[in-house]
Structure formats: C-alpha cells, structure tokens
C-alpha cells in the first residue's frame, strides 16, 4: 500500500493509475476504521481498480463544544487493517495540507442543510460538503462510497455531485451492525460496556415502529401514535435525550406519513451522541 500525505504526491500516483487506464474507487474516512469501513472498500473493490482510502479528522465539520480533540485516532493501527486489506492507497494528510490559512470558501447545499442534523449541528454538513469537494479535486475518483449510516450526508453528497457536476459515481453502502444491532461508529468507543448493551436497544426499537407502520393501515395518526411509542421506549431505556426521531422522504428528506420513507434518529447516551436510521419500505 502506498501512503501518501501530500497532494502532489498523491496526484501523481493517481495520474499515472489514469494514464494506465485504471478506473479509480475512492472512501474518504475519518480513520478508527471498523468493520463498516471495510464494507465500503470492499464495494469500492468491486466497483473499480484501484482504490484510496483517506483518513482526515476534518475541523471544519466539528461544532465547537464537539469531541474533535477527543475523537479516536488510530492511525497506525488503521494502516495495518488497510494493508491486509488490499488498499492500494491512502492518502492521510494533515490540516495544513487540506486547508490553506486564506482558505474562505463554503458551499451551501440548500434545504438538505436545514433539517435533522442541521438543526443540532449546524456546522457539520457545510463542514462534510467542503471537505468532500476537496477530496474529490485532489483523488479525482471515478466512483466513492459513502455509508447509509450517516444517511443525510449521503443524501447531501449525492446533492453536491448533481448540483457541481462531478463526474463521480456515488455508491452507497448498507449499514454494517454488532451482532447486538448497534450500527458500527468510531464513536461507539466511547461507550462503557453497559451504555454498549443499551445503545444496541436502538436498532430493537427501529425495527419495532418499522414493524408497526408496515402492517398498520399508516394513517398518519397511527405513525404518529408509533413515533410517539418509539420516543417513549428511547427515554425509557435509559437514553437521557432524543435529538430528534423523524420519518422523513428517502430523497429530500422532508417529513412524511406515506412509505416507502426512512426513519432517522440522534439520541444521546450519558456523553455520547449517536445516530442510526431505518428504511421503511
Ligand atoms: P467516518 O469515518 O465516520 O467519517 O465514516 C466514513 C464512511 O464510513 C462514511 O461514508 C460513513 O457513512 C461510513 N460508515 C460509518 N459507519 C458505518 C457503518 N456502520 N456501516 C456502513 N458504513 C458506515
């Protein structure tokens, strides 16, 4: 695997992969990669020749009382796990590399921006959109793969390709889960043993209303009547507090009471916020 952490270096070995004719699959990560991260390279795999993953903890996405400073880094570990794992690439550069000290630009995908996470963490998906606008200039891939996990940045993603023209095909990958049904996250880290086994109540309790609004006749009382058991379940089970929990249109991410739609949620553990979702189809 070659390991790159500059940009001109890293152009150069993606020019001359393009000059060969290999077609370039591209994962950007955040690092403390898990099982979920290594689903997405195994699709990039499957879907090109060569491919790059990066590891780069962006600032720009983190709020200012978030867990940056504390947010695992593991970046020796990780390069053993890409390396058994048949990465051709990784490209892991520091701050400055990425963002230059003049550097003033954002991008504003319009009302994807607006709701669910936008709402709590407002700097997070401009922060996402910069930074992967700036990877796919410098990796210039031919496809990326990005996880239904975070499943509105997948959607804001998709959204920057179309409205920037990006000539990038965007794969998504499904949710990798724990045994338990927790959804794999760096940040399950930060969870006790206990907080583990109650954080794995979430995919229980989405499955529930998943259940209940598939085979009610889903009138909107009856959805509303299940969100509202669902949001009861969560405080029940030791959560001290739901962000929000919302069924919402799969493309524009807009509330709704018809399926096929998806189910999202951002519930918090003691310290530590999690996020999971559910297609309701
Ligand atoms: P992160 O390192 O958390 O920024 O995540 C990098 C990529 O991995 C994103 O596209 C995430 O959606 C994806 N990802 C994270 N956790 C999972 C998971 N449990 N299953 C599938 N994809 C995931």
Same mark, same amino acid.
């Given at each position: 695997?070659? *390991?790159f952490n500059t940009k001109s270096a890293l152009k150069s070995a993606i020019k001359s992969h393009k000059i060969n004719g290999k077609?370039?699959?591209f994962v950007p990560t955040m690092g403390a990669l898990h099982d979920g991260h290594l689903s997405l390279i195994e699709i990039a795999k499957e879907n090109s020749d060569i491919v790059v993953v990066s590891i780069f903890v962006n600032p720009k996405q983190f709020g200012e009382n978030e867990d940056l400073d504390k947010y695992p880094r593991q970046l020796e570990t990780d390069i053993e796990l890409l390396k058994n794992y048949g990465v051709d690439i990784l490209f892991s550069p520091n701050f400055e590399e990425i963002y230059s000290k003049d550097s003033q630009t954002t991008i504003n *995908?319009?009302? *994807?921006?607006?709701? /669910?996470?936008?709402?709590?963490?407002? !700097?997070? @998906?401009?922060?996402?959109? /910069?930074i992967v606008a700036k990877l796919f200039n410098i990796v210039t891939p031919d496809i990326a793969v990005f996880g239904q996990k975070d499943y509105q940045q997948l959607c804001a993603v998709k959204k920057l390709v179309h409205d920037l023209d990006f000539a990038i095909d965007i794969i998504s990958a499904p949710i &990798?889960? !724990? !045994?338990?049904? #927790? $959804? &794999?996250?760096?940040?399950?880290?930060? @969870?006790s043993g206990d907080e583990r086994k109650?954080?794995?109540n979430i995919y229980k309790f989405l499955s529930q209303a998943?259940?209940? *609004? /598939?085979?009610?006749?889903?009138?909107?009382? !009856?959805?509303?009547?299940t969100i509202k058991t669902l949001k009861n379940n969560i405080l029940n089970s030791g959560f001290n507090k739901i962000d929000y929990i919302e069924l919402v249109d799969k493309d524009n991410l807009q509330p709704t009471f018809q399926t096929?739609?998806?189910? #999202? /949620? $951002?519930?918090?553990l003691g310290n530590v916020r999690l996020i999971d979702n559910m297609i309701i189809e």
């Open positions: 695997m070659q *390991i077609k370039i699959g *995908i319009g009302s *994807i921006d607006k709701t /669910l996470e936008s709402k709590f963490r407002p !700097e997070f @998906l401009s922060g996402v959109m /910069l &990798m889960r !724990e !045994e338990s049904g #927790l $959804a &794999m996250s760096s940040r399950n880290a930060y @969870l109650m954080a794995a998943k259940t209940e *609004i /598939l085979v009610s006749n889903k009138t909107k009382q !009856e959805i509303i009547h096929p739609a998806i189910l #999202l /949620l $951002a519930v918090h």
